[in-house]
T-cell receptor, first 112, second 114 residues
Framework: QKEVEQNSGPLSVPEGAIASLNCTYSDRGSQSFFWYRQYSGKSPELIMFIYSNGDKEDGRFTAQLNKASQYVSLLIRDSQPSDSATYLCAVKGTGGYNKLIFGAGTRLAVHP | DAGVTQSPTHLIKTRGQQVTLRCSPKSGHDTVSWYQQALGQGPQFIFQYYEEEERQRGNFPDRFSGHQFPNYSSELNVNALLLGDSALYLC?????????????FGDGTRLSIL
């Protein structure tokens, strides 16, 4: 079992729709969760982080965390073609340090 | 406010050579982590430096080594390069302590081994 799992996609959504990206993790002790966006050929860009169960909203983005189910998701409302990218889910490793464990990413394609 | 800067942007080496990659953290950050990202994969943690010491290491051989300087900048050294070392090398900086702060990435160094 991989430590952080994501569907590779591509997830194709029409412009204006809600894109839902999902991630599961294996370490029940994990406390911090991050979503990064990575355009092709570029480096990851932090877009959201969440530490507590529930929802956290920032503009068009909402991160959702359910520690009991070991599940974290990212919703993108009013999807735009510029949102087309790979979305990486990252989980902070346990042990007090800042090592991030990444999933392989989900490729999102928003079509006009 | 300068973000994380990495150099060089691209590098081409041959098998058996060694390489040094450099990273300057975001202003105010004191912790530097290095990741390797192969094509189509998520970044894999190599190691992390804080207070000039390696404080955590991922599953990478000793050919990968690093250093952090008093100004918090860092170097990643790879010896005896293999074809499989071809990847995007990412540096991320954060504020240390308990490690709850998000990491911010530089633009990366794309290393190609011939």
């Amino acid at each position: 079992q991989k430590e952080v799992e994501q569907n590779s996609g591509p997830l194709s959504v029409p412009e204006g729709a809600i894109a839902s990206l999902n991630c599961t993790y294996s370490d029940r002790g994990s406390q911090s969760f991050f979503w990064y966006r990575q355009y092709s050929g570029k480096s990851p860009e932090l877009i959201m982080f969440i530490y507590s169960n529930g929802d956290k909203e920032d503009g068009r983005f909402t991160a959702q965390l359910n520690k009991a189910s070991q599940y974290v998701s990212l919703l993108i409302r009013d999807s735009q073609p510029s949102d087309s990218a790979t979305y990486l889910c990252a989980v902070k490793g346990t042990g007090g340090y800042n090592k991030l464990i990444f999933g392989a990413g989900t490729r999102l394609a928003v079509h006009p | 406010d300068a973000g994380v800067t990495q150099s060089p942007t691209h590098l081409i080496k041959t098998r058996g050579q060694q390489v040094t990659l450099r990273c300057s953290p975001k202003s105010g950050h004191d912790t530097v982590s290095w990741y390797q990202q192969a094509l189509g994969q998520g970044p894999q943690f190599i190691f992390q430096y804080y207070e000039e010491e390696e404080r955590q290491r991922g599953n990478f051989p000793d050919r990968f080594s690093g250093h952090q300087f008093p100004n918090y900048s860092s170097e990643l050294n790879v010896n005896a390069l293999l074809l499989g070392d071809s990847a995007l090398y990412l540096c991320a900086s954060s504020l240390g302590g308990q490690g709850t702060q998000p990491q911010h990435f530089g633009d990366g160094t794309r290393l190609s081994i011939l």
